[in-house]
């Protein structure tokens, strides 16, 4: 390319005020490195852009195209800057998500809107996953952070922890147990269950509980969501646990009781985990700190 940016904003600034020496004052330089700039770019184009004459310089045709499209670049390249710089600050830019079906339905709807209320120009893409899935994404840099509940080890991450859990039982109002104000899993252990899918941190929790009772879960018919574990029990096809917010709405509507399980690990420790050596981006580490209510972080780009 036979010029660059500054030639371009020198030649402009001498169109726009028709003398060189009030176009270097504008440009904070010297009359005769504008003029040197200027000569210059003819010289490479072989054809004369302005006409210079005592009163000033005026612009030949070709100047007048020149100048069209110089002003149309140095307008993109400010753009193209503006641009970068709210990337770079976090006000831009897109954020991708993995996380359990608790924490889609349970706490994210609303931490998401509010987010984006704010950040308009920051687009996320949330994916549902169980919790390993949700860690190993992460890992393998499918997605910037995730959430989900608790692991024992998860390597090459750090976590941090979200919100708790409290799972409940939710059963029908003729059920023999429903009028009682708390139940531990010894309790329901023998009954038959609307599970959720076999790969879900939850199924996983239930199957290691019936265990620990000696017994094997009795599982007489899986689903995908939680919505449908509460109308499947509508149905009596058995009872579920299920996290209480998440089922609240449900139980409402299909008139299902909703029983705190007493169990220790019936509170749950969800975890936002994101890689241990590798730093968010700017606009995830928005979404992060908006999660976790902290002030957000200053990216703002040096000038």
Known sequence: MRFDFRDLEHFVAVAETGSIARAAERCHTVASAVSKRLSDLEESFDTPLLVRGAKGVELTAAGHSFLARARSVLYQAEQLDEDLRRHA????????????????????????????????????????????????????????FGIMSSLTAVGGLTTTPFRTDELAIVLRPDHPLADRGALSFADIAQLPFVGLHANSSLHHLLSRAAADEGRQLNVRIRVTSFDAVCAMVAAGLGIGVVPKATATPYTAQLRLSTIPLTDPWATRQLLICTRSDEALHAAA???????????????????
């Open 285 to 303: 580490q928005r979404l992060f700190d908006h999660l976790l209510d902290r002030p957000a972080r200053d990216f703002t780009a040096p000038a």
């Open 89 to 144: 600050s976090g006000a831009r830019g897109h954020v991708r998500m993995f996380a359990n079906i608790s924490a889609i339905v349970e706490f994210l709807p609303a931490a998401l809107a509010s987010f984006l209320a704010k950040h308009p120009e920051i687009h996320v893409h949330l994916e549902e996953h169980v919790s390993t899935s949700v860690a190993a994404g992460v890992a393998d840099n499918l997605a910037d």
